[in-house]
Nanobody, 122 residues
């Protein structure tokens, strides 16, 4: 069972940047797709970005393309989400997730972190 722990959330002004980290408990994290989802108050959880297991192919939601970058360091069992040019509408709880294959659907992910709050002020 892979356990995931997010960190790096916080309060930032619009236009600012944050870097989220997702530390996995297992060295086999390299066998999993890594992804980030987010959930704003009163809204459903939505896909943000995903990265494949070894080649590092990346996928993004249209709303974050060009502003967010997902990456991973398999030697450190860690995935990252670099968020630039943040907007108030990016405010949400951000969750790290892992799965055996790439998907934009949250139901396809078996392992989840506890979430980290990102708040962007205008």
């Amino acid at each position: 069972q892979v356990q995931l722990v997010e960190s790096g959330g916080g309060l930032v002004q619009a236009g600012g940047s944050l870097r989220l980290s997702c530390a996995a408990s297992e060295r086999t994290f390299s066998n999993y797709v890594g992804a980030w989802f987010r959930q704003a108050p009163g809204k459903e959880r939505e896909f943000v970005a995903a990265i494949s297991r070894s080649l590092g192919t990346t996928y993004y939601a249209d709303s974050v393309t060009g502003r967010f970058t997902i990456s991973r360091d398999n030697a450190k069992n860690t995935a990252y989400l670099q968020m630039n040019s943040l907007k108030p509408e990016d405010t949400a709880i951000y969750y790290c997730a892992a799965a055996r294959f790439i998907s934009r659907a949250s139901n396809d992910y078996d392992h989840w972190g506890q979430g980290t709050q990102v708040t962007v002020s205008s």
